[in-house]
C-alpha cells in the first residue's frame, strides 16, 4: 500500500491580494506533493485561506464592503493565481466555509469537555496585524509596537475565555525535545525552546467585541480568536469534528495519476470519510519563520487537549526581499501577483519555480534579484537545455536511433556513477526539505553529462571509423544522463522536463519515479523532434 504523505501551507488572510511570499510557500508545498505523489506515495496537499479577524474587518470598513464579500473577492483572486501557477492542491479550506465552522466548534467543544477552557478577563496588549496577544514584557523591548510589522499594539480590556495553555507546555517540551526533527531548520528550534524556557501564559480565545468570526459553543456573544479557528483548518479540512452536524460536502481533486503537468483541471472525485484517519499527523507543515510559535506551540498543546498527535514536522522558510530591501509597494519592488505574470511571460513558469527553488538554501531568507532571475534561465539553457540538445542533435545524425554502449572506459563509469547515485541524493534531499538541491542535483548531473561530452568528443570519434564501438558507448551514457536528470527535474520543471523527455521518446503520464529511474532509455529509441528547451531570449 502506498504511504500517505499529506503537506499543508499556511492558510493566508485575504485581507489583500497575494504576492511573492505566498506563492513561495505555495510553490515550495507544490514541488515537494508532486515528488511525492511520482514517488508513489498516497499524497494530500492542502492550502487555504483565513479569513476572520479584526484585520478583515477593518479592511473591509475601509472598502465599504462587508468581511464576506471581501474574503470572497480576494479568495477569488487567490484561487485563480493558485490555477495560474499550476498549484497541486487537493483541497482549499476557507475558514467562513460551513465544514470548517462545524469542525471548530466540534474541537472547541472537546476542549470544554475536557475542562481546558475558562471564562476570565482579558487586559493587556494586542498586534492587530498578526492576530496576536502581547505579554508586558514583550511589549516594552518592542516600545509597544509590532515586532513584525512595526504598527503600535493596541490596548485591549475585555472578558474573554481562556485555553489552558500552561497545562501542556511541560508535554509540549518534552515533544521538542524528543523529536529533534519537529521544529526545523535547527535555528528555529533552538530559537522556540529559549522563548518556551521564558515562560508562557495562558491563551486568550475570544473576543467579546468582534462579530466576524466563529461563535463560543455556548456562548454566542464571543467570538473565536483567530488562532485557534486558524489552526484548526490542518484538521477539520479532513474532515475532522465533520460528525458533529451535516458539515459541507466538499470537492477534491485527483491527482492519483502521477506525473502531472497539471495544465488540466482535475476531475472531482467523492470526498473520503476517512482523510482524517489517512493522513492524520501531517507530515509537514509549510510555513514562514513568523508563524512558528504558533504551529509548535499553541497547535501541538491543542491537539494534546483533543488526545490528538501532533505534526511530524513544521518546517520554516525565511522570508523573501527584494533587490535587498523590505517589499514594499511605495518602494516600487513589491513583487505582486502581476510582477510574477510578468516574469512567467517572459522566463516561463518552470524558469520562475527553478529560480524560486534555488534562490537560496531552503529555509535562509531570499532575496529577488532580476538579474538573478535571467542567470537560472540562463543556467537551465546552457546546462541540461544544451545538453538535451546535443544528444537530441548527435544520436539522429550519427546513429539514427539510440546504440547500445560498449566496452566501458573509466570516464563513462564515473558518469554512470552519477546517474545511479541521482535517486537516492534526490530521495534524502527531499526527505530533508532541502529544495535548493533537489533543484540543483538533477542540473549537476545535467553539467556532469556536458562535461563528459567534452571530454569524450562524439563529434571527432564520429569521423573515425575504427571509433564505432566507442562513439555508440559515449552517446548512450551521454543519452542516459540526461535522461535521468530530465526525470529528477519532473518535480521542480513539471512542464518542461516532461517536454524534453517527449523529445526523447518516453512518455511519463502515469508513470513514478522508481520506475523511471529503474527503466533506462531503451536501446534503439527512436528521438523525437529536438526543440530548445528554454529558447535564448532575444536581447534587448
Ligand atoms: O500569517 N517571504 O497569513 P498571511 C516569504 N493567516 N514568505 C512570506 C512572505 C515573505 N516576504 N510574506 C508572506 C498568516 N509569506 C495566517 C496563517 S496558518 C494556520 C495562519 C508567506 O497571509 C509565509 O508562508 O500573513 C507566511 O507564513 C505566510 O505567507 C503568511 O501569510
Redesign the pocket.
Known amino acids: 500500500m502506498n504511504q500517505p504523505f499529506y503537506i ?9 491580494e ?5 506563492a ?3 510553490l515550495c508545498a507544490d514541488v515537494v506533493a508532486r515528488y511525492h505523489r511520482l514517488a508513489g506515495d498516497d499524497t494530500f496537499f492542502l492550502t487555504g ?2 479569513e476572520h ?1 479584526i484585520k478583515m474587518v477593518k479592511t473591509a470598513a475601509e472598502r465599504g464592503v462587508s468581511p464576506q464579500q471581501l474574503a470572497d473577492q480576494n479568495v477569488a483572486v487567490f484561487e485563480n493565481l493558485w490555477k495560474e501557477l499550476q498549484i497541486t492542491h487537493d483541497d482549499f479550506i476557507r475558514t467562513s466555509s460551513d465544514r470548517h465552522k462545524t469542525g471548530v466548534q466540534a474541537i472547541v467543544q472537546k476542549m470544554i469537555a475536557n475542562g481546558d477552557i475558562y471564562k476570565g478577563a482579558y487586559q493587556g496588549w494586542y498586534d492587530e496585524g ?2 496576536e496577544f502581547v505579554t508586558e514584557t514583550e511589549a516594552k523591548t518592542t516600545e509597544y509596537k509590532s515586532a513584525i510589522s512595526g504598527r503600535p499594539l493596541v490596548r485591549y480590556s475585555e472578558p474573554t475565555y481562556f485555553f489552558s495553555l500552561k497545562k501542556y507546555i511541560p508535554r509540549v517540551q518534552e515533544h521538542i525535545q524528543k523529536n529533534p526533527t519537529f521544529i526545523q531548520p535547527e535555528s528555529r528550534r533552538n530559537e522556540v525552546i529559549s522563548k518556551l524556557n521564558q515562560g508562557v501564559e495562558d491563551l486568550s480565545i475570544s473576543r467579546a467585541t468582534l462579530k466576524w468570526g466563529i461563535p463560543m459553543p455556548h456562548d454566542p456573544d464571543h467570538v473565536l480568536y ?2 485557534i479557528d ?5 484538521i477539520t479540512a479532513l474532515g475532522y469534528g465533520a460528525e458533529h452536524a451535516g458539515a459541507e460536502r466538499r470537492e477534491l481533486r485527483d491527482h492519483s495519476a502521477a506525473p502531472d503537468s497539471s495544465s488540466t483541471p482535475h476531475p472531482p472525485t467523492s470526498p473520503s470519510p476517512n482523510l482524517f484517519e489517512k493522513y492524520w499527523p501531517a507530515n509537514v ?7 512558528m510559535w ?2 509548535v506551540v499553541y ?1 501541538p498543546a491543542m491537539l494534546f487537549s483533543l488526545g490528538l498527535e501532533p505534526p511530524k514536522q513544521v518546517y ?6 527584494a533587490e535587498g530591501k ?2 514594499s509597494k511605495s518602494m516600487g519592488n513589491f513583487i505582486d501577483a502581476d510582477r510574477l505574470r510578468a516574469a512567467i511571460a517572459k522566463y516561463g513558469l518552470d524558469g520562475v519555480r527553478y529560480y524560486l527553488f534555488r534562490a537560496a538554501p531552503f529555509g535562509n ?2 532575496d529577488w534579484k532580476d538579474d538573478e532571475l535571467a542567470a537560472a534561465h540562463n543556467e537551465l539553457a546552457n546546462v541540461i537545455g544544451n545538453c538535451l540538445n546535443r544528444i537530441m542533435t548527435m544520436v539522429p545524425k550519427y546513429r539514427g536511433t539510440l546504440p547500445a554502449a560498449a566496452e566501458l572506459h573509466d570516464i563513462d563509469r564515473a558518469l554512470i556513477e552519477k546517474i545511479q547515485k541521482l535517486p537516492t541524493d534526490l530521495a534524502s534531499a527531499y526527505q530533508r526539505l532541502e529544495l535548493q538541491q533537489c533543484a540543483l542535483l538533477p542540473i549537476e548531473l545535467a553539467r556532469a553529462t556536458n562535461g563528459y561530452i567534452e571530454a569524450t568528443a562524439p563529434f571527432k570519434l564520429a569521423k573515425d571509423p575504427a571509433q564505432a564501438a566507442r562513439l555508440d558507448t559515449v552517446l548512450n551514457i551521454a543519452a542516459q544522463a540526461v535522461y535521468a536528470s530530465l526525470v529528477a527535474l519532473l518535480p521542480v520543471l513539471p512542464d518542461k522536463a516532461a517536454a524534453g523527455l517527449a523529445q526523447m521518446g518516453i512518455d511519463v503520464a502515469g508513470k513514478t519515479l522508481p520506475h523511471l529511474f529503474a527503466t533506462p532509455l531503451p536501446t534503439g529509441t527512436q528521438f523525437g523532434q529536438g526543440t530548445p528547451l528554454f529558447p535564448r531570449l532575444e536581447a534587448k
Open positions: 499543508t501551507t499556511p492558510i493566508y488572510y485575504p485581507n489583500g497575494p504576492h511573492l511570499g505566498h513561495y510557500t505555495t485561506t483565513d479577524g498578526q492576530e483567530v488562532w486558524a489552526l484548526s483548518n490542518y507543515h509549510l510555513i514562514g519563520k513568523e508563524i504558533f504551529h497547535w520554516a522558510h525565511g522570508w523573501w526581499t523590505k517589499m531568507d531570499l
